[in-house]
Protein backbone atom coordinates (compact mmCIF):
# COMPACT_ATOMS: atom_id res chain seq x y z
CA UNK A 1 0.00 0.00 0.00
CA UNK A 2 1.43 3.42 -1.10
CA UNK A 3 0.13 6.08 0.84
CA UNK A 4 0.44 10.06 0.11
CA UNK A 5 1.71 11.38 3.68
CA UNK A 6 1.38 14.75 2.33
CA UNK A 7 -2.46 14.85 1.81
CA UNK A 8 -3.33 12.88 4.82
CA UNK A 9 -4.62 13.23 8.12
CA UNK A 10 -7.11 9.94 8.46
CA UNK A 11 -6.99 6.62 6.72
CA UNK A 12 -10.30 4.78 6.24
CA UNK A 13 -9.81 1.48 6.11
CA UNK A 14 -12.93 -0.70 4.53
CA UNK A 15 -13.48 -4.86 4.26
CA UNK A 16 -15.44 -5.32 0.55
CA UNK A 17 -16.57 -9.03 -0.26
CA UNK A 18 -18.60 -9.99 -3.50
CA UNK A 19 -20.32 -12.91 -4.93
CA UNK A 20 -18.41 -13.19 -8.18
CA UNK A 21 -14.84 -12.08 -8.83
CA UNK A 22 -13.56 -8.83 -9.49
CA UNK A 23 -10.34 -6.30 -9.68
CA UNK A 24 -9.18 -3.38 -8.74
CA UNK A 25 -10.27 -1.11 -11.69
CA UNK A 26 -14.19 -2.43 -10.74
CA UNK A 27 -14.26 -1.59 -7.36
CA UNK A 28 -12.64 1.59 -7.60
CA UNK A 29 -14.55 2.62 -10.88
CA UNK A 30 -18.00 1.15 -7.88
CA UNK A 31 -17.11 3.45 -5.12
CA UNK A 32 -16.76 6.64 -7.34
CA UNK A 33 -20.20 5.89 -9.76
CA UNK A 34 -22.30 4.66 -6.39
CA UNK A 35 -21.37 7.83 -4.29
CA UNK A 36 -21.59 10.81 -7.27
CA UNK A 37 -24.30 13.10 -6.60
CA UNK A 38 -24.64 11.49 -2.91
CA UNK A 39 -23.14 13.59 -0.63
CA UNK A 40 -23.67 17.14 -2.51
CA UNK A 41 -20.88 18.77 -4.42
CA UNK A 42 -18.89 19.62 -1.27
CA UNK A 43 -18.31 16.14 -0.58
CA UNK A 44 -17.88 14.48 -4.30
CA UNK A 45 -15.10 12.20 -4.59
CA UNK A 46 -14.09 13.42 -7.70
CA UNK A 47 -13.90 16.87 -7.11
CA UNK A 48 -12.39 16.13 -3.33
CA UNK A 49 -9.48 14.04 -5.20
CA UNK A 50 -9.15 16.70 -8.00
CA UNK A 51 -8.31 19.55 -5.06
CA UNK A 52 -5.86 16.86 -3.35
CA UNK A 53 -8.21 16.79 -0.32
CA UNK A 54 -8.44 13.29 -0.33
CA UNK A 55 -5.72 10.72 -1.66
CA UNK A 56 -5.31 7.99 -4.24
CA UNK A 57 -8.40 5.18 -3.40
CA UNK A 58 -5.73 1.77 -2.82
CA UNK A 59 -7.76 -1.90 -3.08
CA UNK A 60 -6.26 -5.25 -2.09
CA UNK A 61 -8.47 -7.83 -3.78
CA UNK A 62 -7.71 -11.39 -3.89
CA UNK A 63 -10.21 -14.17 -5.39
CA UNK A 64 -11.21 -17.72 -4.20
CA UNK A 65 -13.58 -20.22 -4.92
CA UNK A 66 -15.85 -17.59 -7.30
CA UNK A 67 -15.60 -15.14 -4.84
CA UNK A 68 -13.61 -12.13 -4.32
CA UNK A 69 -12.63 -10.10 -0.84
CA UNK A 70 -10.35 -7.09 0.27
CA UNK A 71 -9.66 -4.13 1.58
CA UNK A 72 -9.99 -1.02 0.59
CA UNK A 73 -7.73 1.67 1.51
CA UNK A 74 -8.87 6.20 1.08
CA UNK A 75 -6.79 8.68 2.39
CA UNK A 76 -8.14 11.86 3.83
CA UNK A 77 -7.00 15.60 4.55
CA UNK A 78 -10.70 16.47 5.70
CA UNK A 79 -11.97 17.08 8.86
CA UNK A 80 -13.32 14.39 11.18
CA UNK A 81 -16.55 15.03 11.00
CA UNK A 82 -16.51 14.87 7.03
CA UNK A 83 -14.15 11.94 6.99
CA UNK A 84 -16.26 10.37 8.82
CA UNK A 85 -19.62 11.01 6.69
CA UNK A 86 -17.20 10.04 3.93
CA UNK A 87 -16.82 7.07 5.57
CA UNK A 88 -19.91 6.04 6.06
CA UNK A 89 -20.92 6.62 2.28
CA UNK A 90 -18.86 3.94 1.40
CA UNK A 91 -21.36 1.72 3.57
CA UNK A 92 -23.67 2.19 0.42
CA UNK A 93 -22.11 0.37 -2.03
CA UNK A 94 -24.07 -2.82 -2.66
CA UNK A 95 -22.61 -3.86 -6.35
CA UNK A 96 -19.23 -4.00 -8.10
CA UNK A 97 -19.57 -4.81 -11.69
CA UNK A 98 -21.97 -7.32 -12.26
CA UNK A 99 -21.56 -8.24 -8.84
CA UNK A 100 -23.32 -8.31 -4.97
CA UNK A 101 -20.79 -6.56 -2.93
CA UNK A 102 -20.96 -5.73 0.43
CA UNK A 103 -18.77 -3.24 2.31
CA UNK A 104 -18.32 -2.43 5.95
CA UNK A 105 -15.65 0.12 7.76
CA UNK A 106 -13.23 -1.20 10.24
CA UNK A 107 -11.67 1.91 11.48
CA UNK A 108 -10.65 5.50 10.75
CA UNK A 109 -7.30 5.91 11.99
CA UNK A 110 -5.84 8.97 12.86
CA UNK A 111 -2.29 8.98 10.90
CA UNK A 112 -1.07 11.49 12.47
CA UNK A 113 -1.08 10.11 15.94
CA UNK A 114 0.77 6.71 14.07
CA UNK A 115 3.61 9.43 12.99
CA UNK A 116 3.86 11.08 16.47
CA UNK A 117 4.65 7.05 17.42
CA UNK A 118 7.28 7.04 14.96
CA UNK A 119 8.61 10.35 16.07
CA UNK A 120 8.43 9.29 19.43
CA UNK A 121 10.43 6.10 18.74
CA UNK A 122 12.98 7.27 16.71
CA UNK A 123 13.53 9.97 18.88
CA UNK A 124 14.41 7.88 22.23
CA UNK A 125 16.56 5.64 19.13
CA UNK A 126 18.44 9.19 18.06
CA UNK A 127 19.03 10.05 21.67
CA UNK A 128 19.95 7.11 22.66
CA UNK A 129 22.32 7.27 19.80
CA UNK A 130 23.71 10.75 20.94
CA UNK A 131 23.89 9.88 24.88
CA UNK A 132 26.31 7.33 24.06
CA UNK A 133 28.71 9.30 21.58
CA UNK A 134 28.65 12.39 24.06
CA UNK A 135 29.67 9.73 27.02
CA UNK A 136 32.31 8.83 24.25
CA UNK A 137 33.66 11.78 23.53
CA UNK A 138 33.62 12.86 27.07
CA UNK A 139 35.57 10.03 28.30
CA UNK A 140 37.45 10.86 25.04
CA UNK A 141 37.93 14.58 25.89
CA UNK A 142 38.87 13.77 29.90
CA UNK A 143 41.29 11.47 28.57
CA UNK A 144 42.68 13.69 26.38
CA UNK A 145 42.94 16.86 28.82
CA UNK A 146 44.36 14.36 31.67
CA UNK A 147 47.24 13.16 28.93
CA UNK A 148 48.46 16.48 27.37
CA UNK A 149 48.35 17.62 31.16
CA UNK A 150 50.98 14.68 32.27
CA UNK A 151 53.30 15.49 29.04
CA UNK A 152 53.27 19.25 29.89
CA UNK A 153 54.39 18.22 33.27
CA UNK A 154 57.08 15.97 32.26
CA UNK A 155 60.68 17.56 32.57
CA UNK A 156 64.02 16.98 30.95
CA UNK A 157 66.30 16.59 33.71
CA UNK A 158 70.45 16.56 33.77
CA UNK A 159 72.51 16.24 31.05
CA UNK A 160 70.88 12.92 29.74
CA UNK A 161 67.77 14.42 29.74
CA UNK A 162 65.74 12.37 31.56
CA UNK A 163 62.05 12.46 31.55
CA UNK A 164 61.03 13.80 35.11
CA UNK A 165 58.29 14.78 37.21
CA UNK A 166 58.63 18.60 38.54
CA UNK A 167 59.28 18.41 41.60
CA UNK A 168 62.64 16.50 41.48
CA UNK A 169 64.50 19.46 42.59
CA UNK A 170 62.05 20.49 45.65
CA UNK A 171 61.74 17.58 47.30
CA UNK A 172 63.69 15.62 49.63
CA UNK A 173 62.83 12.30 48.18
CA UNK A 174 62.72 10.79 44.88
CA UNK A 175 61.44 7.77 42.88
CA UNK A 176 63.56 6.09 40.39
CA UNK A 177 61.36 4.29 37.46
CA UNK A 178 62.52 2.41 34.79
CA UNK A 179 61.38 4.40 31.45
CA UNK A 180 58.87 7.48 30.26
CA UNK A 181 55.80 5.84 30.30
CA UNK A 182 56.44 5.03 34.48
CA UNK A 183 56.63 8.57 34.71
CA UNK A 184 53.72 9.45 33.34
CA UNK A 185 51.78 6.98 35.00
CA UNK A 186 52.43 8.55 38.36
CA UNK A 187 52.09 11.87 37.52
CA UNK A 188 48.35 10.79 36.20
CA UNK A 189 47.94 9.98 40.16
CA UNK A 190 50.08 13.32 41.19
CA UNK A 191 53.51 11.83 42.14
CA UNK A 192 55.49 14.52 40.70
CA UNK A 193 59.11 13.65 42.23
CA UNK A 194 59.66 10.72 39.88
CA UNK A 195 62.49 10.35 37.58
CA UNK A 196 63.34 7.63 34.83
CA UNK A 197 66.75 5.96 34.40
CA UNK A 198 65.80 4.98 30.36
CA UNK A 199 67.39 1.62 30.36
CA UNK A 200 70.37 -0.77 31.99
CA UNK A 201 72.88 1.78 31.82
CA UNK A 202 72.24 4.19 34.46
CA UNK A 203 72.79 7.92 34.02
CA UNK A 204 75.19 9.73 35.92
CA UNK A 205 72.33 12.29 36.90
CA UNK A 206 70.47 9.45 38.94
CA UNK A 207 74.11 8.39 40.62
CA UNK A 208 74.61 11.95 42.00
CA UNK A 209 70.97 12.66 43.05
CA UNK A 210 71.04 9.56 45.21
CA UNK A 211 73.96 11.46 47.20
CA UNK A 212 71.70 14.22 48.13
CA UNK A 213 68.10 12.28 48.35
CA UNK A 214 66.05 9.62 49.46
CA UNK A 215 65.81 7.64 46.81
CA UNK A 216 63.40 4.95 45.91
CA UNK A 217 63.71 2.31 43.22
CA UNK A 218 60.38 1.60 41.72
CA UNK A 219 60.58 -1.22 39.66
CA UNK A 220 58.58 -3.71 36.64
CA UNK A 221 57.48 -7.11 38.46
CA UNK A 222 59.71 -8.74 36.11
CA UNK A 223 63.11 -10.02 34.86
CA UNK A 224 64.13 -6.71 33.47
CA UNK A 225 62.99 -4.51 36.95
CA UNK A 226 65.52 -7.32 39.32
CA UNK A 227 68.65 -6.49 36.52
CA UNK A 228 67.88 -2.63 36.60
CA UNK A 229 67.53 -3.07 40.52
CA UNK A 230 70.87 -4.99 40.48
CA UNK A 231 72.46 -2.22 38.76
CA UNK A 232 71.51 0.88 40.44
CA UNK A 233 71.81 -0.99 44.30
CA UNK A 234 75.79 -0.96 42.60
CA UNK A 235 76.35 2.03 41.45
CA UNK A 236 73.94 4.49 43.17
CA UNK A 237 72.96 5.04 46.93
CA UNK A 238 69.67 3.53 46.80
CA UNK A 239 67.57 3.76 50.18
CA UNK A 240 64.29 2.04 49.26
CA UNK A 241 63.27 -0.75 46.87
CA UNK A 242 59.18 -1.25 45.55
CA UNK A 243 58.22 -3.92 43.05
CA UNK A 244 55.45 -3.84 41.01
CA UNK A 245 53.23 -7.07 41.79
CA UNK A 246 54.97 -10.04 39.46
CA UNK A 247 54.70 -10.31 35.90
CA UNK A 248 52.78 -5.96 35.85
CA UNK A 249 55.03 -3.35 34.76
CA UNK A 250 54.97 0.07 36.73
CA UNK A 251 53.42 2.21 33.56
CA UNK A 252 50.00 -0.26 33.67
CA UNK A 253 49.62 0.51 38.21
CA UNK A 254 46.20 1.33 39.31
CA UNK A 255 46.29 4.16 41.76
CA UNK A 256 45.36 1.96 44.15
CA UNK A 257 48.05 -0.50 43.20
CA UNK A 258 51.26 2.38 43.21
CA UNK A 259 49.98 3.35 46.23
CA UNK A 260 50.27 -0.21 47.98
CA UNK A 261 53.50 -1.37 46.20
CA UNK A 262 55.21 2.35 47.82
CA UNK A 263 53.73 1.71 51.47
CA UNK A 264 55.37 -2.07 51.01
CA UNK A 265 58.83 -0.46 50.50
CA UNK A 266 61.87 -2.56 52.08
CA UNK A 267 65.33 -1.00 53.09
CA UNK A 268 67.94 -1.82 50.10
CA UNK A 269 70.15 -3.01 52.43
CA UNK A 270 67.86 -5.86 53.03
CA UNK A 271 66.85 -5.88 49.41
CA UNK A 272 70.64 -6.32 48.40
CA UNK A 273 71.66 -8.89 51.01
CA UNK A 274 68.91 -10.76 49.66
CA UNK A 275 70.28 -10.84 46.03
CA UNK A 276 74.18 -10.72 47.29
CA UNK A 277 74.60 -7.36 45.89
CA UNK A 278 77.85 -5.12 47.09
CA UNK A 279 76.69 -1.21 47.16
CA UNK A 280 78.50 1.79 46.21
CA UNK A 281 81.16 3.49 48.91
CA UNK A 282 78.59 6.36 49.94
CA UNK A 283 80.17 9.83 50.78
CA UNK A 284 80.85 9.11 54.26
CA UNK A 285 81.66 6.07 54.07
CA UNK A 286 78.79 4.62 55.85
CA UNK A 287 77.22 2.29 53.78
CA UNK A 288 80.60 0.42 52.73
CA UNK A 289 82.06 0.47 56.22
CA UNK A 290 79.21 -1.34 57.38
CA UNK A 291 79.23 -3.86 54.74
CA UNK A 292 82.69 -4.29 54.84
CA UNK A 293 82.56 -5.51 58.39
CA UNK A 294 79.65 -7.31 57.61
CA UNK A 295 81.73 -9.35 54.97
CA UNK A 296 84.86 -9.51 57.48
CA UNK A 297 83.04 -11.22 59.99
CA UNK A 298 81.48 -14.10 57.63
CA UNK A 299 84.82 -14.12 55.89
CA UNK A 300 86.67 -15.16 58.89
CA UNK A 301 85.52 -18.65 59.65
CA UNK A 302 85.59 -19.23 55.39
CA UNK A 303 89.20 -18.38 55.37
CA UNK A 304 90.12 -21.03 58.58
CA UNK A 305 88.19 -23.61 56.71
CA UNK A 306 90.39 -22.59 53.65
CA UNK A 307 93.92 -24.37 52.03
CA UNK A 308 96.27 -21.99 53.59
CA UNK A 309 94.03 -21.47 56.71
CA UNK A 310 97.32 -22.56 58.79
CA UNK A 311 99.41 -19.76 57.20
CA UNK A 312 96.67 -17.22 58.03
CA UNK A 313 95.96 -18.20 61.88
CA UNK A 314 99.75 -17.67 61.97
CA UNK A 315 99.46 -14.28 60.69
CA UNK A 316 98.86 -10.68 62.59
CA UNK A 317 95.50 -9.96 63.48
CA UNK A 318 93.93 -7.79 60.35
CA UNK A 319 92.98 -4.42 60.48
CA UNK A 320 89.01 -5.45 61.41
CA UNK A 321 90.75 -7.05 64.46
CA UNK A 322 92.12 -4.23 65.72
CA UNK A 323 90.49 -2.61 68.28
CA UNK A 324 89.27 0.83 67.82
CA UNK A 325 88.93 3.62 70.31
CA UNK A 326 86.14 4.12 72.14
CA UNK A 327 83.95 6.80 71.20
CA UNK A 328 82.55 8.87 74.20
CA UNK A 329 79.05 10.65 73.61
CA UNK A 330 77.38 13.66 75.94
CA UNK A 331 74.08 12.96 77.56
CA UNK A 332 72.61 14.62 74.77
CA UNK A 333 74.51 13.11 72.04
CA UNK A 334 72.90 9.80 73.38
CA UNK A 335 69.11 10.92 73.78
CA UNK A 336 69.73 12.16 69.52
CA UNK A 337 71.45 8.84 69.45
CA UNK A 338 68.00 6.66 70.86
CA UNK A 339 65.75 9.07 68.97
CA UNK A 340 67.74 8.74 65.65
CA UNK A 341 67.40 4.86 66.18
CA UNK A 342 63.49 4.93 67.10
CA UNK A 343 63.40 5.83 63.28
CA UNK A 344 65.37 3.63 61.61
CA UNK A 345 63.69 2.96 58.54
CA UNK A 346 60.50 4.64 58.80
CA UNK A 347 61.64 8.12 56.55
CA UNK A 348 59.84 10.40 59.43
CA UNK A 349 60.76 13.21 61.44
CA UNK A 350 60.42 14.22 64.63
CA UNK A 351 60.13 17.59 65.60
CA UNK A 352 61.24 18.69 69.55
CA UNK A 353 61.51 21.01 72.11
CA UNK A 354 64.22 22.32 74.29
CA UNK A 355 62.62 19.67 77.01
CA UNK A 356 63.13 16.62 74.40
CA UNK A 357 59.39 16.38 74.04
CA UNK A 358 58.23 15.16 70.82
CA UNK A 359 55.65 18.20 68.97
CA UNK A 360 54.98 16.75 65.92
CA UNK A 361 56.22 13.18 63.66
CA UNK A 362 56.25 13.78 59.89
CA UNK A 363 56.81 11.93 56.99
CA UNK A 364 60.75 13.51 55.86
CA UNK A 365 58.81 14.08 52.34
CA UNK A 366 56.66 16.99 54.20
CA UNK A 367 59.47 17.75 56.74
CA UNK A 368 60.40 21.49 55.20
CA UNK A 369 56.71 22.28 54.64
CA UNK A 370 55.82 21.48 58.66
CA UNK A 371 59.18 23.73 59.92
CA UNK A 372 58.01 26.79 57.30
CA UNK A 373 54.78 26.79 59.09
CA UNK A 374 56.85 27.87 62.09
CA UNK A 375 55.74 26.13 65.06
CA UNK A 376 56.33 27.56 68.54
CA UNK A 377 58.74 26.29 70.93
CA UNK A 378 60.82 23.95 68.40
CA UNK A 379 64.73 23.12 69.28
CA UNK A 380 65.75 20.46 67.54
CA UNK A 381 64.89 18.00 64.37
CA UNK A 382 66.11 14.64 64.41
CA UNK A 383 65.33 12.70 60.69
CA UNK A 384 65.71 9.40 59.06
CA UNK A 385 67.07 10.62 55.96
CA UNK A 386 69.49 12.95 54.75
CA UNK A 387 69.77 16.13 55.92
CA UNK A 388 69.63 18.71 52.99
CA UNK A 389 71.08 22.56 52.62
CA UNK A 390 67.17 23.38 52.48
CA UNK A 391 66.53 21.59 56.07
CA UNK A 392 69.29 23.78 57.13
CA UNK A 393 68.48 27.06 55.32
CA UNK A 394 65.21 26.58 57.73
CA UNK A 395 66.56 25.85 60.65
CA UNK A 396 68.90 28.91 60.75
CA UNK A 397 65.81 30.95 59.78
CA UNK A 398 63.53 29.53 62.74
CA UNK A 399 66.06 29.09 65.14
CA UNK A 400 66.60 26.19 65.68
CA UNK A 401 69.57 24.39 67.39
CA UNK A 402 70.08 21.19 66.11
CA UNK A 403 69.65 18.71 63.56
CA UNK A 404 70.27 15.06 63.66
CA UNK A 405 69.80 12.59 60.39
CA UNK A 406 71.51 9.67 58.84
CA UNK A 407 73.86 11.33 56.68
CA UNK A 408 74.99 14.64 54.87
CA UNK A 409 73.74 15.77 51.56
CA UNK A 410 75.51 18.29 49.03
CA UNK A 411 75.78 20.81 51.27
CA UNK A 412 77.24 24.42 49.88
CA UNK A 413 77.18 26.06 53.04
CA UNK A 414 77.48 24.30 56.64
CA UNK A 415 75.97 27.18 58.99
CA UNK A 416 77.64 27.79 61.98
CA UNK A 417 75.03 28.25 64.40
CA UNK A 418 73.47 24.89 63.79
CA UNK A 419 74.47 21.59 65.41
CA UNK A 420 74.79 19.13 62.68
CA UNK A 421 75.00 15.81 63.51
CA UNK A 422 75.08 12.18 61.80
CA UNK A 423 74.55 8.09 62.42
CA UNK A 424 78.16 8.18 61.41
CA UNK A 425 79.00 10.82 64.43
CA UNK A 426 76.87 9.06 66.79
CA UNK A 427 77.88 5.52 66.56
Same mark, same amino acid.
Given at each position: ?? *??????????????????? @???????????????????? %???????????????????????????????????? /??? @?????????? %?????????????????? %?????????????????? /??? /???????????????????????? @? *????????????? *???????????????????LKYGIKNVIAVEGTNIPQTIVELSKEKVVTAFADGDRGGELILRELLQVAEVDFIARAPAGQEVEELTQKQIVKCLRNKVPADQFAEMLNIQGPSTKNGEKTGRRDEDRGERRRPEDDRGRHGREREQ???????????????????????? @????????????? /??????????????????????????????????????????????????????????? *?????????????????
Amino acid at each position: MD *IDPSTTKYLISAKLSTDGI @VEKPDIVGAIFGQTEGLLGD %ELDLRDLQKSGRIGRIEVEVSSTKGKSEGIVYVPSS /LDQ @VETAILASSL %ETIDRVGPCKARITIEKI %EDVRVSKRNKIVERAKQL /LNE /LMKASKVSGVDLADSVRQSVQIEE @V *IHYGKERLPAGPN *IDDSDAIIVVEGRSDVLNLLKYGIKNVIAVEGTNIPQTIVELSKEKVVTAFADGDRGGELILRELLQVAEVDFIARAPAGQEVEELTQKQIVKCLRNKVPADQFAEMLNIQGPSTKNGEKTGRRDEDRGERRRPEDDRGRHGREREQKPPSRFQEEKPVKRFSPEQLRWKG @VLDELVNTSKAKI /LNASGNVLKEVHVSTLADTLKEGMEGVTSVVLDGIITQRILDIAVEKNISTVVGVKLGN *IAKLPTNVEVLTKEDLS
